[in-house]
C-alpha cells in the first residue's frame, strides 16, 4: 500500500472551534483547510466537523448550499471525524434537538444532544479509548451529548468510566463505522493529537485505496 | 448543582471546560433577547447563545434608573424556550446575582457594564464559580486583570445600546494592537509593560509567548448591521454580540440572521451584500462623541 505524504483535510468552518482542529490537523502531518464552500468540499479527502452549535452548523449547511454535496460525500465514503457538535450532525437521529435539525447520517448512532446537562455539570476525566495507544485521553465534555444507542456495525471506541457512577455511567462516548468517527468530547481543545492522529491515518488509507 | 461526575479525575468547572464553551460559540453571534419569544426568534436565525436580560441596552438608556439582574422567572422562561447557551448579566461586583444566575443554571454570565455597578472598588471573584464569566474591556490591562480574576472569555464594550460601532473599534484595535506589541517585546521588558498595563504578570508572559489572549475575544457594543458585525471579525474578534441591534430594528428575524451569515463569511463582500439588501430599518442610533461622561456605560469598571 502507497503511503500519502499529505493528505488534503477539510474542518468544516461555518462556525465552531475550527481552528483548534486545523492545527491539530496540520500537526499530524494533513494539509489542513477550512471548508465553507461546496467546491472547497470538493477539495478535501477528509472532513473534521468540528464543535460548536450544533443547531447553527445546521441552519448554515443550509444556508451556503452544503448540506446535499457533503451527504452526497459522506453516501460516496468521504472520511470523517466529527466531535461534539461534529458528531451530533453525523448522526442518524438526534434527541432533544429542534425538529428542524438536519442529520447527515453517517453514522447508525442515536444520540442526545445536552445529555450530561448545563455549562455547569460539564467537566472533563480521563477515558480509555480503543485503539489510542499510551495512556488515557483526557475528555473534555461541554454542554456534550452521548451517544443512546449504537447500530450494527458501529465500534464503540470509548464509554463513561462505570466508576463514575450516576446516570452517565458507562455511556458511550466514542464510536467508528467505517471511515467515519466521532466523539462527544473534544480532543481538539487538549494539545493530545492521538486521535487526530488515527483520523489521518484513515484518511491516508482510503487515499491510496482509490488510487 | 452538584456533577453526577465529580471523582478525583474527573471534574466540573476547571479552565478547560469554562474556556472551552467560549471556542465552541468562536464565529457565531450571540443576541440579546428580553422575552421567551425572542430568544426562539434568535434560535431560530441561528444565534450560537442568548443574552436573557429585562430591557436591552437602548431602553435602559432611554429609562435611565438602577439597572439591574432579571427576574428569575424571566430568565427560567428563556432557558426553557431555547436549547441553545442562554447568557444572563450580573452588576459589576455583586456575586449575590451571579451565584443566582448559576443556581438558574445559566451557561454563563456576563459581569456587565450596561447593569449599573454594585461595587466601586472589586470585581466578582470568578474563580469562586462553576459557571463561567465573560467580561467587557477597553483595552488590553483591562482585559487582564479580568482575567487574572477568573474571566474565562473577553467581549470589547464597545457603546452599548448606540447601534454606533466606533466604540467597539476602538476598543478591538486597542486590545489587538497591545496584544501585538507584547509579543513583540524582549522577555526584560515584560515587567515594564505588566506594570504599564496594571496587569498580572504572568498573564503578560503568557500572551508575550502565543501572540493571542488566552481566552476567546468577542466583540460587543454597538453592531446593529450584518456590515459592522464583519468589520470586527476582521479586526481580530472571534464572534459578535449583538444587542439592541436586532430587536430595536424594522425586521428582527432577518437581520438576525443576515448578520449571522455576514459573521461566517465575513471575509467575503459578495456574500455581505446579499444579505445586507432590504433588511429595513436600522436602529435609530446616536453618535458617542457629543456624549457626556456620566451617560458612557463603557467607563464603567476598572
Known amino acids: ?211 | 448543582m452538584t456533577s453526577p461526575t465529580q471523582t478525583s479525575t474527573s471534574r466540573t468547572g476547571s479552565d478547560g471546560v469554562k474556556r472551552g464553551l467560549a471556542d465552541m460559540l468562536k464565529g457565531g453571534v450571540i443576541m440579546d433577547v428580553v422575552t421567551p419569544e425572542q430568544a426562539k426568534i434568535a434560535e431560530d436565525a441561528g444565534a450560537v447563545a442568548v443574552m436573557a436580560l429585562e430591557r436591552v441596552p437602548a431602553d435602559i438608556r432611554a429609562d435611565g434608573g438602577v439597572a439591574r439582574m432579571s427576574d428569575p422567572d424571566m430568565i427560567t422562561g428563556i432557558v426553557d424556550a431555547v436549547s441553545i447557551p442562554v447568557m444572563a448579566k450580573a452588576r459589576i461586583g455583586h456575586f449575590v446575582e451571579a451565584q443566582v444566575l448559576q443556581s438558574l443554571g445559566v451557561d454563563y454570565v456576563d459581569e456587565s457594564e450596561v447593569l449599573t455597578p454594585a461595587d466601586e472598588a472589586h470585581h466578582i471573584d470568578k474563580w469562586a464559580f462553576t459557571v463561567p464569566f465573560v467580561c467587557g474591556a477597553t483595552n488590553l490591562g483591562e482585559a487582564l486583570r479580568r482575567i487574572g480574576e477568573g474571566a474565562a472569555m473577553i467581549r470589547s464594550k464597545g457603546e452599548a445600546g448606540t447601534g454606533n460601532v466606533v466604540e467597539a473599534t476602538r476598543h478591538m484595535r486597542a486590545i489587538r494592537a497591545d496584544v501585538r506589541r507584547l509579543a513583540r517585546m524582549d522577555s526584560q521588558e515584560l515587567y515594564a509593560a505588566a506594570k504599564e498595563l496594571q496587569a498580572p504578570l504572568p498573564i503578560v508572559q503568557e500572551i508575550a509567548g502565543s501572540g493571542r489572549l488566552p481566552v476567546v475575544l468577542f466583540t460587543a457594543g454597538g453592531i446593529a448591521t450584518p456590515a459592522d458585525a464583519a468589520m470586527m471579525m476582521q479586526l481580530g474578534a472571534e464572534g459578535v454580540f449583538v444587542g439592541s441591534g436586532i430587536f430595536k430594528s424594522g425586521d428582527p428575524a432577518r437581520r438576525a440572521e443576515a448578520i449571522v451569515k455576514a459573521t461566517t463569511f465575513h471575509d467575503d463582500p459578495d456574500v455581505i451584500a446579499k444579505v445586507s439588501a432590504g433588511l429595513g430599518e436600522a436602529m435609530v442610533g446616536r453618535t458617542t462623541s457629543d456624549m457626556p461622561d456620566s451617560e458612557r456605560l463603557a467607563t464603567r469598571g476598572w
Open chain 1, 1 to 211: 500500500m502507497t503511503t500519502v505524504a499529505a493528505p488534503t483535510v477539510g474542518v468544516l468552518a461555518l462556525q465552531g472551534n475550527v481552528a483548534e482542529h486545523l492545527d491539530a490537523l496540520q500537526a499530524c502531518g494533513a494539509d489542513a483547510r477550512p471548508v465553507r464552500r461546496p467546491a472547497e468540499l470538493d477539495a478535501v479527502d477528509g472532513l473534521v466537523l468540528p464543535g460548536g452549535e450544533s443547531t447553527t452548523l445546521s441552519k448554515l449547511l443550509v444556508a451556503f448550499d452544503l448540506l446535499e454535496p457533503l451527504r452526497a460525500r459522506l453516501a460516496a465514503g468521504l472520511p470523517a471525524f466529527g466531535s461534539c457538535a461534529g458528531m451530533i450532525l453525523l448522526a442518524r437521529e438526534a434527541i432533544d434537538a429542534r425538529p428542524d435539525q438536519h442529520q447527515l447520517g453517517a453514522l447508525d448512532v442515536v444520540v442526545r444532544r445536552n445529555a450530561f446537562g448545563r455549562q455547569v455539570q460539564s467537566f472533563e476525566t480521563d477515558l480509555t479509548v480503543t485503539g489510542v495507544r499510551g495512556g488515557p485521553v483526557r475528555g473534555v465534555f461541554i454542554r456534550a451529548p452521548w451517544v443512546e444507542s449504537v447500530g450494527r456495525g458501529v465500534d464503540v471506541l470509548a464509554r463513561i468510566p462505570s466508576s463514575t457512577g450516576g446516570p452517565a455511567s458507562g455511556k458511550v462516548v466514542a464510536v467508528r463505522q467505517g471511515p467515519v468517527m466521532a466523539t462527544a468530547f473534544h480532543p481538539e481543545q487538549t494539545g493530545d493529537a492521538r486521535l487526530h492522529d488515527l483520523f489521518v491515518a484513515r484518511v491516508r488509507e482510503s487515499v491510496a485505496a482509490a488510487r
